[in-house]
């Protein structure tokens, strides 16, 4: 299995910035997409931001501008730098990890609350 352990959650005011990590450990196909998912009390978790191993990525409109994904492959580590955080981004973030070669899997972290004051 995979395990995925995220950092870099907090609380931040308006304006601000906060950078998300992810470490992937475990059986890892060299094949994957990993990206940062949020879910907002009372909201459907959504995606904000996704990238492939070949570093394709995809942003949530609300975010795009703002919101920068990055992986390290050799480290298997995803990033997350948030820019210019507002008060709506303020959720609980998830790591994700997909596998798109063997071993296939669809791997959760535990969440990292991000929490943005006015």
């Known amino acids: 299995q995979v395990q995925l352990a995220e950092s870099g959650g907090g609380l931040v005011q308006a304006g601000g910035s906060l950078r998300l990590s992810c470490a992937a450990s475990?059986?890892?196909?060299?094949?994957?997409?990993m990206g940062w998912y949020r879910q907002a009390p009372g909201k459907q978790r959504e995606l904000v931001a996704s990238?492939?191993?070949?570093?394709?990525?995809t942003y949530a409109d609300s975010v795009t501008g703002r919101f920068t994904i990055s992986r390290d492959n050799a480290k298997n580590t995803v990033f997350l730098q948030m820019n210019s955080l507002k008060p709506e981004d303020t959720a609980v973030y998830y790591c994700?990890?997909?596998?798109?070669?063997?071993?296939?899997?669809?791997?959760w972290g535990q969440g990292t609350q991000v929490t943005v004051s006015p």
């Open positions: 994700n990890l997909k596998s798109a070669r063997w071993p296939y899997g669809d791997y």
């Open positions: 475990g059986i890892i196909s060299s094949i994957s997409t």
């Open positions: 990238i492939s191993t070949v570093e394709r990525t």
